[in-house]
């Protein structure tokens, strides 16, 4: 009988993995300040063509930035910062053209490594689609977030 347990544990724990459903050990942020994540509900194509991440904002993430950033332990923040994050559920990328949508629905090219200068701190060259412009490395720039959702969306390619 604890054979079978076993095997139906294993069974589940295959399937769920298999089904795209992701733990929130390392979620995407939806910005740069302390406790910003998001929890991960399901995940579709990652590392192709048509990767897609479906996120939700749940009241355990708003108190990791209530207790993160404003050391403030209530449930008054709690609800407050559940009120006031307003964002896409979902991200979604192109591994092979390297360019993905963000939780704002704007998007972002890939482009390697980054030339070194003065103003450039990044490892790596993200560029702003609608702009052109390359974020710097700063947290200012959204550079982290950015650079974290396509890690997320393309594992294997910005290590």
């Known amino acids: ?19 795209g459903w992701a733990d929130d050990h390392d979620p995407i942020y939806y910005g740069s300040r302390a406790g910003m994540q998001l929890t991960t509900v399901s995940t579709e194509g990652i590392g192709t063509a048509n990767a897609k991440i479906h996120v939700r904002h749940t009241p355990k993430d708003a108190k990791a930035f209530c207790v993160q950033y404003n050391s403030d332990y209530s449930m008054a923040c709690v609800k407050q910062t559940m009120a006031l994050v307003k964002i896409d559920d979902y991200v979604t990328g192109n591994c092979v053209k390297r360019t993905w949508l963000d939780l704002s629905n704007e998007k972002f090219a890939f482009l390697g490594p980054a030339k070194k200068s003065d103003e450039m701190i990044a490892d790596y060259a993200i560029k702003r ?25 393309c594992p294997g390619i910005a290590k």
């Not at 702009?131 to 997320?152: K, M, P, R």
Request: hydrophobic letters at 50%.
């Open 1 to 19: 009988m604890k054979f079978f347990r076993y095997v139906s544990a294993v069974l589940a724990i295959a399937i769920s993995a298999s089904a």
């Open 129 to 153: 689609v609608k702009t052109g412009e390359i974020l710097d490395g700063t947290t200012a720039s959204g550079y982290w977030v950015e650079l974290g959702i396509f890690q997320h969306l």
